[in-house]
């Protein structure tokens, strides 16, 4: 189950990453305004949803939201330096950030699968 559902959300993330690259290819307003933020949200959000999803501890979320978060902006970002857009050094340090906030989305995502129990626990009694 776990697996699945990390390969989903690096599908949707991947999916997101790419329509923000291509949007920002573009839409000059974008790539200015949108692109960094946007990226990392993405990556945030995908790894809080499937850590929501699956919530099996705090450390295995975080790891989780991590790769998620890298793998689907390392695609993303490696469209943008292909269309010449970024610099290829941003392969190496958009992945890294991408990363920190894929984890810290994991372990928000966590944090609310947690609350959600509880509420659920609450509701019972």
């Given at each position: ?13 991947t999916l997101?990453?790419l329509?923000?690259v291509?949007l ?8 200015i ?6 990226g990392?949200?993405i990556?945030?959000?995908v ?5 929501q999803e699956?919530?099996t501890?705090?450390?295995?979320m ?13 695609m ?6 292909t ?8 392969l190496l340090a958009g992945?890294?950030?991408t990363?920190?906030t894929g984890m810290?989305g994991?372990l ?9 129990a ?8």
């Amino acid at each position: 189950m776990e697996r699945k559902a990390q390969q989903r959300a690096i599908l949707v993330g991947t999916l997101c990453q790419l329509g923000l690259v291509l949007l920002s290819h573009f839409f000059i307003w974008v790539e200015i305004h949108v692109f960094e933020f946007g990226g990392m949200m993405i990556s945030a959000t995908v790894a809080y949803l499937y850590a929501q999803e699956i919530g099996t501890g705090y450390g295995r979320m975080a790891l989780g939201g991590a790769v998620i978060g890298a793998v689907c902006a390392l695609m993303g970002i490696a469209l943008a330096v292909t269309l010449h857009d970024k610099p290829p050094v941003l392969l190496l340090a958009g992945t890294l950030v991408t990363a920190v906030t894929g984890m810290f989305g994991g372990l928000f995502g966590q944090m609310s699968h947690n609350w959600m129990a509880l509420e659920g626990r609450r509701k019972k009694n």
